[in-house]
């Protein structure tokens, strides 16, 4: 089984400063990761995702993560945040992306609360 | 694209009464869809998979005859609360999975927010 931790339930940040999004996983098999953004009474986007390959993955508006696998986690990192980047911010893992079913168990999530 | 949407965005309905709550994929087939629930300030739980044409896979504790499952097209799946009570109140997602060549990737209907009173 595979589980995900954030334990940041709330990141404040002033605008244009760095932030980072902590998310650990457990699991016995190999995983895919995933980071979605979701703002207020709004479904989920996807921002970026680890399936293979280069541990740095590069998603949409700026943000980045980087797959660690001896310390089992994808943290999200944006170098300059705005004010538009205020939302929550989910982590989630699935052990098939290929597989028939490929089911999404997401973290509790991270407020990123942008400050002016 | 891959648009999925959701229909009602927000519902108010009486304690007793059912709720059906439709989920579709705009531009592509989705043979598989996912039903979510989402507390406050909580993640997501996945409550279900939808298969079309076959019965859905309920996750362990959701209950199969209070929350109905029918995913009678590939781009039409549909969720009934039956016999709501003020507890089934919450925000309720929807995704479709799409193949991408490498594999499958679920995208998000933007929720029905359900109250019961």
């Known amino acids: 089984a595979q589980s995900v931790t954030q334990l940041d339930s709330q990141v404040p940040v002033f605008e244009e400063a760095p932030v980072e999004l902590r998310c650990n996983y457990s699991s016995s098999v190999s995983v895919y990761l995933f980071w979605y953004v979701q703002y207020p009474n709004q479904g989920l986007q996807l921002l970026l995702k680890?399936?293979?390959?280069?541990?740095l993955v590069k998603g949409i508006n700026g943000f980045e993560a980087e797959f660690n696998k001896s310390q089992t986690s994808f943290h999200l990192r944006k170098p300059s945040v705005h004010i538009s980047d205020t939302a929550e911010y989910f982590c989630a893992v699935s052990a098939s992306y290929g597989g028939a079913t490929n089911k999404l168990i997401f973290g509790t999530g991270t407020l990123l609360a942008v400050q002016p | 694209g891959a648009v999925v949407s959701q229909h009602p965005s927000r519902v108010i309905c009486k304690s007793g009464t059912s709720v059906k709550i439709e989920c579709r994929s705009l531009?592509?087939?989705?043979?598989?869809m996912f039903w979510y629930r989402q507390f406050p300030k909580q993640s997501l739980m996945l409550m279900a998979t939808?298969?079309?044409?076959?019965?859905?896979?309920?996750e362990q504790g959701v209950e199969k005859d209070k929350f109905l499952i029918n995913h009678a097209s590939l781009t039409l799946s549909t969720l009934t609360v039956t016999s709501a009570h003020p507890e089934d109140s919450s925000f309720y997602i929807c995704?479709?999975?799409?193949?991408?060549?490498?594999?499958?990737?679920?995208?998000f209907g933007p929720g029905t927010r359900l109250t019961v009173t």
């Open positions: 995704s479709a999975r799409k193949f991408l060549g490498q594999g499958y990737e679920q995208y």
């Open positions: 531009d592509f087939q989705a043979t598989t």
């Open positions: 680890y399936l293979s390959g280069s541990t």
């Open positions: 939808s298969n079309e044409g076959s019965k859905a896979t309920y």
